[in-house]
């Protein structure tokens, strides 16, 4: 295991609804970066948290943003929800200093959006 | 044009087999590149960074290219577990954690 744990693990919504996804990074991990994973698709890079700024975001809209809190944790929050947001969102944590470039994902949580 | 392309797959290969995947990547700028492995309905996970002399780790060998911005990934003596999806991925700069990951190409080992 990874360390890094999201909630909630499945979820149902409907469109123009909104959700708020929750990330706890491994200990020790000061950056969280959330990825998009649609089916059959590698994941996306949605934007990435540390120090509890926005460091870096993908091609995703205004309607896709985010927390880091002081303890590291992070919220994925996405409004107005349309069918194409359905996916297993991914939240990755690591180390800002590290040069390894692994992430250490969590198992996910997988949205559906009716 | 999509920034890292992956052979389209599947691989199903018998135990034992030898199988080899191919990805290539458009931006210039990358500057590191991975493979990651994940399992089905799981999380990726790191299998092995690539580097441009070319590493090894047991049955897995990982090349880089950067001529021709090329990678790829070989896998001998294929085993049951190695059945996963294979992530190409590369990422723009040492302080940088966007990661740029391929369609992923997905892998059977059959008995």
């Known amino acids: 295991e990874t360390g890094v744990t999201q909630s909630p693990t499945h979820l149902i919504k409907t469109r123009g609804q909104q959700v708020t996804l929750r990330c706890s990074s491994q200990?020790?991990?000061?950056?969280v970066s959330w990825y998009q994973q649609a089916l059959g698709q590698g994941p996306q890079f949605i934007f990435q948290y540390y120090r509890e700024e926005e460091n870096g975001r993908g091609n995703f809209p205004p309607r896709f943003s985010g927390l880091q809190f002081p303890n590291y944790s992070s919220e994925l929050n996405v409004n107005a929800l349309e069918l194409d947001d359905s996916a297993l969102y991914l939240c990755?944590?690591?180390?800002?200093?590290?040069?390894?470039?692994?992430?250490?994902f969590g198992e996910g949580s997988r949205l559906t959006v009716l | 044009r999509k920034e890292v392309e992956q052979d389209p797959g599947p691989f199903n290969v018998p135990e034992g087999a030898t199988v080899a995947f191919n990805c290539t990547y458009s931006n210039s700028a990358s500057q590191s590149f991975f493979w990651y492995r994940q399992d089905c309905r799981k999380e990726p996970k790191l299998l092995m960074s690539?580097?441009?002399s070319g590493n090894e780790d047991g049955r897995f060998t990982a090349q880089l290219n950067r001529a021709s911005q090329y990678i790829s990934l070989l896998i001998r003596d294929s085993k049951l577990s190695d059945s996963a999806t294979y992530l190409c991925?590369?990422?723009?700069?040492?302080?940088?954690?966007?990661?740029?990951f391929g369609k992923g190409t997905k892998l059977s080992v059959i008995p």
């Open positions: 200990s020790g991990h000061n950056t």
């Open positions: 991925v590369s990422r723009s700069g040492a302080g940088s954690y966007q990661l740029t």
């Open positions: 990755a944590s690591s180390t800002r200093t590290s040069n390894t470039g692994e992430l250490f």
């Open positions: 690539v580097y441009s």
